[in-house]
């Protein structure tokens, strides 16, 4: 590990006091020339320390993924795993790898009772960068009898591919007049939509980061979730809000990842906005949005206050 630049300098500076021949370097003026000379080479050292400790890591990385049979070599195998193609009989690569197509771009694994679970994406066809998506059964199939190929005698292993976590988000937001409500609401979906694809594979979804997203918009003033959960592929819903209250400070996502709710009312850009016949409009949408400067501390702006 790296030492820092003051256990370095006081080093060469020890060093420096045992060699009688450097005696007359005794002024204590941190901007001496033998102190400034001091302070570079310290700062070399350091930095010369730094990158012996990154190369150490890749290193210590590359080989712990090439070590045949462990968790984080099925896991790098099954990234170079090739669709349209087999692997010779009895080999463990392919013979022209260039000849299939590499599909699995993000890959967990975890052990229980004994078998090794591998959990896989892949990219999603024409979608943005990050956006992630399900394998077919197909593909899954053959990854599977792909890795059931190469494993080590007596290896109990799954792999799955899930469609992707469906997030629902309805939030007031109060936003700075200066600002339009469009301007704003579009800026928050976009907002939301990047915290989705840059969400680690199979990360953690936090009440609070969501949260951070919509405040990182330009022109939000504050945010109240009135409810924010996660729907996976089996229709399981598990809330992180709950008509404004936090029911889980954070989920594990069943799939690896997330993407907004396929339901039409359920997605963050639903709009719906009715006027009274007293002339009174109502924003249902699932980013309610109210002028900051007109809200009043007992809601007759028209918004629900939070429970308590």
């Known amino acids: 590990m790296a030492r820092s630049i003051e256990e370095i300098k006081n080093s060469i500076i020890a060093a420096k006091m045992e060699d009688k021949r450097l005696n007359g370097l005794d002024s204590e003026s941190s901007t001496a020339i033998w102190s400034v000379w001091v302070y570079i080479m310290a700062v070399a050292i350091y930095t010369h320390e730094l990158i012996f400790d990154q190369f150490k890591e890749e290193v210590e990385d590359i080989l712990t993924k090439q070590i045949p049979g462990t968790a984080s070599w099925y896991a790098e195998k099954l990234k170079e795993f090739r669709s349209g193609i087999s692997l010779p009989p009895g080999g463990i690569t392919y013979e022209d790898p260039s000849k299939g197509e590499a599909i699995i771009t993000r890959v967990s694994y975890k052990e229980t009772d004994g078998t090794l679970a591998l959990k896989v994406a892949k990219d999603k066809e024409g979608g943005e960068v990050g956006e992630l998506d ?48 469009e301007e704003v609401r579009v800026a928050i979906v976009d907002a939301v939509r990047e915290f989705m694809k840059g969400l680690d594979f199979t990360g953690k979804v936090y009440a609070n980061h969501v949260v951070d997203a919509i405040q990182g918009v330009s022109g939000v003033m504050d945010v109240n979730v009135v409810e924010l959960s996660l729907t996976d592929n089996t229709d399981t819903e598990s809330f992180l809000v709950e008509n404004y209250r936090t029911i889980n400070r954070r989920l594990d996502t069943y799939a690896g990842y997330i993407a907004e709710s396929i339901e039409e009312n359920r997605k963050l850009d639903y709009v719906e906005i009715t006027t009274e016949p007293d002339g009174t409009v109502i924003d249902n949408s699932n980013l309610r949005m109210y002028p900051d400067d007109d809200q009043s501390e007992d809601g007759e702006d028209g918004s629900q206050e939070p429970a308590v």
């Open 134 to 181: 399900v394998l077919t059964a197909e593909e899954l199939r053959n990854a599977t009898t792909y890795l059931e190929h190469i494993k080590y005698a007596g290896t109990r292993l799954s792999v799955t591919s899930h469609s992707a976590d469906q997030l629902y988000l309805k939030a007031d937001i109060y936003y700075d007049t200066f600002f339009s409500p």
